[in-house]
């Protein structure tokens, strides 16, 4: 069975996870019967040359541009709709679900966020969504027991479908010279990277000293209501505990490529988010798929997937415990090549190739069982 697919997300060149996210899906499933329809959500003002591959732009505003950007996917076979906060016009992102509404096909409704406590029109509004939607995908399974226990949705329409990863990288190539600690991704409050910081100033006693690479633009929203704050607080921070000769920060983009050879240079990779409720991070599973040893703090897919796995967790906001934990990395014979073997199987079954292809599974079982309400 030929099946066409309509994407709805941010895409490049919008820098987020969401827009690498939807972007590699569609890279690595087949086409079937006709290209992809990639619908680009974009903010007002965004004056962002769209790809070639964008077959329609949706612009964040008054007007009902969902109705245009429903009638675009309803040209697939299958929607595959990306949700997240903060995307989507209308409080909360409603205009999501009038377009979901109005869709004549099916729809894969791909949640990255799963607040465990939302406000009473948050909660509305998103089983709403999951009501419309032909099936709901969470990249956890910590995000679907969530959903289940704290939404009204037909469990058996979720399924779990991991957040992919590229294929694994060659070996590490760190020149030896010193530790290189890493953490990666746009940047703006929230980040934790003062806790790693924090951290780094309690190893000045290993020899050598360890280095710190903070990469990554800061994230645009953050930019436009809050400039570089944030960063130059960073910076500031470095100078106080008189760690700046060991601290770099990358604010250029960088693509594929270069990201790849950063991310191998690394030793430890540190994920030192302030969130509690984070239940899907890209950068977490490309560090795994590296075989670069993480150190996170206690978000929900830090917990799940690195728990008795390719890193170590510890508490929020605690600088000495993080410390703690790199120290035993680098330091403890044997196990960072612990960590990183426990990482193996979990990447094999991470693989974009065979990600996508349980989307095509999903995807191929809406379109066998397609209720006559779809019929145009």
Do not use: N
């Given at each position: 069975m030929a099946i066409s697919y309509g994407f709805l997300s941010t895409?490049?060149?919008?820098?987020?996870?969401?827009?690498?996210?939807?972007?590699?899906?569609?890279?690595?499933?087949?086409?079937?019967?006709?290209?992809?329809?990639?619908?680009?959500?974009?903010?007002?003002?965004?004056?962002?040359?769209?790809?070639?591959?964008?077959?329609?732009?949706?612009?964040?505003?008054?007007?009902?541009?969902?109705?245009?950007?429903?009638?675009?996917?309803?040209?697939?076979?299958?929607?595959?709709?990306?949700?997240?906060?903060?995307?989507?016009?209308?409080?909360?992102?409603?205009?999501?679900?009038?377009?979901?509404?109005?869709?004549?096909?099916?729809?894969?409704?791909?949640?990255?966020?799963?607040?465990?406590?939302?406000?009473?029109?948050?909660?509305?509004?998103?089983?709403?969504?999951?009501?419309?939607?032909?099936?709901?995908?969470?990249?956890?399974?910590?995000a679907r027991d969530r959903l289940v226990a704290g939404y009204a949705v037909d469990a058996t329409k979720v399924h779990v479908i991991p957040h992919g990863v590229d294929a694994p990288a060659a070996a590490p190539a760190g020149d030896g010279a010193r530790p290189h600690l890493l953490t990666w991704g746009l940047l703006g409050p929230g980040k934790g990277i003062e806790w790693?910081?924090?951290?780094?100033?309690?190893?000045?006693?290993?020899?050598?000293?360890?280095?710190?690479?903070?990469?990554?633009?800061?994230?645009?929203?953050?930019?436009?209501?809050?400039?570089?704050?944030?960063?130059?607080?960073?910076?500031?921070?470095?100078?106080?505990?008189?760690?700046?000769?060991?601290?770099?920060?990358?604010?250029?983009?960088?693509?594929?490529?270069?990201?790849?050879a950063l991310v191998r240079s690394a030793d430890v990779v540190v994920l030192p988010y302030d969130s509690r409720e984070q239940v899907t991070s890209g950068v977490l599973v490309e560090a795994v798929a590296a075989g670069i040893p993480v150190v996170a703090t206690a978000f929900p897919h830090a917990v799940e997937l690195l728990t008795d796995g390719p890193g170590l967790v510890v508490p929020h906001q605690d600088a000495a415990a993080m410390a703690a934990a790199v120290r035993r990395i680098l330091t403890e014979p044997g196990l960072a090549g612990e960590l990183t073997g426990r990482g193996r199987t979990l990447t094999e079954a991470a693989r974009w190739p065979v990600i996508a292809r349980r989307y095509a599974e999903l995807a191929r079982g809406l379109v066998h069982a397609r209720p006559t309400a779809y019929a145009a």
């Open positions: 895409h490049p060149p919008t820098l987020c996870g969401l827009a690498s996210f939807s972007s590699a899906l569609a890279g690595h499933l087949p086409v079937e019967r006709e290209p992809h329809g990639i619908v680009r959500v974009t903010a007002l003002g965004d004056d962002q040359r769209a790809r070639p591959d964008v077959t329609h732009t949706w612009r964040s505003g008054p007007g009902g541009g969902w109705r245009a950007a429903a009638d675009v996917l309803g040209g697939y076979d299958v929607a595959v709709v990306q949700h997240e906060y903060g995307i989507y016009p209308g409080r909360d992102g409603e205009d999501l679900l009038p377009l979901l509404r109005r869709l004549t096909v099916p729809s894969i409704v791909v949640l990255h966020t799963v607040l465990t406590r939302p406000s009473h029109a948050q909660r509305t509004l998103l089983e709403k969504i999951m009501s419309a939607a032909g099936a709901v995908v969470t990249l956890t399974g910590t790693a910081v924090r951290a780094l100033a309690r190893l000045r006693d290993l020899d050598p000293q360890p280095t710190y690479t903070v990469a990554g633009q800061t994230h645009p929203k953050v930019l436009e209501h809050e400039g570089e704050t944030y960063r130059s607080g960073l910076r500031r921070l470095t100078h106080l505990l008189d760690m700046a000769q060991l601290v770099r920060f990358r604010g250029e983009y960088l693509d594929r490529a270069a990201l790849s």
